[in-house]
T-cell receptor
Framework: AQSVTQLDSQVPVFEEAPVELRCNYS??????LFWYVQYPNQGLQLLLK??????LVESINGFEAEFNKSQTSFHLRKPSVHISDTAEYFC?????????FGTGTRLQVFP | DAGITQSPRHKVTETGTPVTLRCHQT?????MYWYRQDPGHGLRLIHY???????DKGEVSDGYSVSRSKTEDFLLTLESATSSQTSVYFC??????????????FGPGTRLTVL
């Protein structure tokens, strides 16, 4: 069975500092991986996804994630965060008709 | 933004009462999903639908039922609400449920409190 582990439930960071949100998955088959972001009192929005091809994927707001098959990881990074990046981030792996979500990482950016 | 609405957005009810949550989409997507979100658990799938009248269970389906009589509406029913069903419920839609393009779009959520 597929599963997703987000190792950090909370990540506090100061504005303009770099950040990495960790995600590891387990799967016996080819995987397709996603990062979703949830701003306070809102639904989830797709941030980026890996389906195939280049292992480095980027979002429009400066986040990037790298698919690492040997380490079964899909960590999310940003070189310089903003206050507006404060949100909860969910990693997910696709399983036929369904997505399996991690438990989420709350990113708190301080001024 | 994908056209997904959920109603009601907030509801407070008492233990033992029936509750129905509605998800409505204007995208004509085939797949629809109901999740619940709880602290420390992330999102957990309750039920999903892969077409009109075609539904299947997720990982936390006990105590919930669903119906989909037309493409645009997916109803989640709690036959007899319990306090453990206090949660935020999200609906999601997807054009394709298959692995290659299983991007899901989420509604704004319904906050349900069972007293």
């Amino acid at each position: 069975a597929q599963s997703v582990t987000q190792l950090d439930s909370q990540v506090p960071v100061f504005e303009e500092a770099p950040v990495e949100l960790r995600c590891n998955y387990s799967s016996s088959v080819s995987v397709y991986l996603f990062w979703y972001v949830q701003y306070p009192n809102q639904g989830l929005q797709l941030l980026l996804k890996y389906l195939s091809g280049s292992t480095l994927v980027e979002s429009i707001n400066g986040f990037e994630a790298e698919f690492n098959k040997s380490q079964t990881s899909f960590h999310l990074r940003k070189p310089s965060v903003h206050i507006s990046d404060t949100a909860e981030y969910f990693c997910a792996v696709s399983n036929t008709d369904k997505l399996i979500f991690g438990t989420g990482t709350r990113l708190q950016v301080f001024p | 933004d994908a056209g997904i609405t959920q109603s009601p957005r907030h509801k407070v009810t008492e233990t033992g009462t029936p509750v129905t949550l509605r998800c409505h989409q204007t995208e004509n997507h085939r797949y629809m999903y109901w999740y619940r979100q709880d602290p420390g658990h992330g999102l957990r799938l309750i039920h999903y639908s892969y077409g009109v009248k075609d539904t299947d269970k997720g990982e936390v389906s006990d105590g919930y039922s669903v119906s989909r009589s037309k493409t645009e509406d997916f109803l989640l029913t709690l036959e007899s609400a319990t306090s453990s069903q206090t949660s935020v419920y999200f609906c999601a839609i997807s054009a394709k449920g298959g692995v290659l393009s299983n991007e899901q779009f989420f509604g704004p959520g319904t906050r349900l409190t069972v007293l």
